[in-house]
T-cell receptor, first 113, second 114 residues
């Protein structure tokens, strides 16, 4: 079956630090990969996505590259801000079916000024 | 675009009672999903509709759970004979059809079973 594994949190960084949140997956076929973000008190929002190997998704300074050889989709940002504090979820969708997303457990990111 | 709306935001009920939640998707979206999220976990897929047809149900969706989308617009999720293990955040999401489109999530309904 499909599964997503994310690094455990919370991850605490100082403002302007470099961020990496690791994500690896197991899936049948050729999944699409996503990062969702949940800010305090808000619903999940799509942050970025990649639909095939070697694609790079990017948004709001965040990037993630679909690495088929390592089955990974690590989230990176060069310089984090306090406003980036949130819970980040890595997710996948297996192609060919109508089933929903498979999510990781989420990584709580705390950025200190 | 008013986003995905869920009602109520919070529900506290006693074990054994029935509860019903409502989801209003983004109006032009014809796909609607229900997820459940417990503390420290990612959302888990429960069921999915395309228009009024329920196309898939997770093994997580026991026979005490039922979801409907009678006119292909809003959806309801009912839990009968609630148990303490049903306490969770219930999330609704919608998307458009075609090549797989990203899900737009509501803020969820938090259920507490006492």
């Amino acid at each position: 079956g499909n599964s997503v594994t994310q690094m455990e949190g919370p991850v605490t960084l100082s403002e302007e630090a470099f961020l990496t949140i690791n994500c690896t997956y197991t899936a049948t076929g050729y999944p699409s990969l996503f990062w969702y973000v949940q800010y305090p008190g808000e619903g999940l929002q799509l942050l970025l996505k990649a639909t095939k190997a070697d694609d790079k998704g990017s948004n709001k300074g965040f990037e993630a590259t679909y690495r088929k050889e390592t089955t990974s989709f690590h989230l990176e940002k060069g310089s984090v801000q306090v406003s980036d504090s949130a819970v980040y979820f890595c997710a996948l969708h297996s192609g060919g079916g109508a089933d929903g997303l498979t999510f990781g457990k989420g990584t709580h990111l705390i950025i200190q000024p | 675009d008013t986003g995905v709306s869920q009602d109520p935001r919070h529900k506290i009920t006693k074990r054994g009672q029935n509860v019903t939640f409502r989801c209003d998707p983004i109006s032009e979206h014809n796909r609607l999903y229900w997820y459940r999220q417990t503390l420290g976990q990612g959302p888990e897929f429960l069921t999915y509709f395309q228009n009024e047809a329920q196309l898939e149900k997770s093994r997580l969706l026991s026979d005490r759970f039922s979801a409907e989308r009678p006119k292909g617009s809003f959806s309801t999720l009912e839990i009968q004979r609630t148990e303490q293990g049903d306490s969770a955040m219930y999330l609704c999401a919608s998307s458009s059809v075609g090549s797989w489109s990203p899900l737009h999530f509501g803020n969820g309904t938090r259920l507490t079973v006492t």
